[in-house]
Each structure stands twice: as C-alpha cells, then as structure tokens.
C-alpha cells in the first residue's frame, strides 16, 4: 500500500526558505498529479502548487513568484521549493498524488503533513 513520505518543514524567518520533499511507497509519481495543500488552524485546506504527469504547473496567486513545484521522476520525488516566506505561509503542508494505474484502478494519496512556521 502506497504512503508519501514529506519532509522540509521547520522554522525559518521570514523571508527564508525551505524546501519541501515528498516521496511515495512506490513508482506512482510518473503517473499522477501531485499537489501540495496547506490548512492553518481554523481554516479551510487549500491548494498551494499542482503539476500534472506531463509536467504542467499552477500555483496559488499567493505563493506566485515565490514557489516553486517540480518533480524528480528518476527519484520518485516531488519538491516544493518555498523562497520569501511569509508569516501568512505558516501551515501544516501536504502533499497529495492522484491518478490511475494502468488498470483504470484511481488512487488519491495524502502525506501525513509537515509544518512550516514562518516567524516575523
């Protein structure tokens, strides 16, 4: 059974960066979509980045210019590269990958989380 695995969440002050990791169980990225969500407390969760198995991406409008998707196949692994953080980017990240196996089997996976606190 397929688990994503993230990692990258910390402190950082803002105007710092991270990068976020996400790696699944299994060779499941080169056939799925892939998004990284956040939830604040007390708030709906939302979609920050997404890109597509043939590598088309589309972010949050608050995160434009300042995130970064991307996808390493060869390793399995999904990135989310965060520059000029900002106190409102504080939030528990997930990483999400849907698709379909070759036998039309969907799947809609979810990381465990990774929190990022961005200090004024």
């Known amino acids: 059974q397929v688990q994503l695995v993230e990692s990258g969440g910390g402190l950082v002050q803002a105007g710092g960066s991270l990068r976020l990791s996400c790696a699944p169980s299994?060779?499941?990225?080169?056939?799925?979509?892939v998004g990284w969500y956040r939830q604040a407390p007390g708030k709906e969760r939302e979609l920050v980045a997404a890109?597509?198995?043939?590598?088309?991406?589309n972010y949050a409008d608050s995160v434009k210019g300042r995130f970064t998707i991307s996808r390493d196949n060869a390793k399995n692994t999904v990135y989310l590269q965060m520059n000029s953080l900002k106190p409102e980017d504080t939030a528990v990240y997930y990483c999400n990958a849907n698709g379909a196996y070759g036998n039309g089997y969907r799947f809609n996976y979810w990381g465990q989380g990774t929190q990022v606190t961005v200090s004024s």
């Open positions: 890109i597509t198995r043939g590598g088309a991406t």
């Open positions: 299994g060779s499941i990225f080169s056939i799925s979509n």
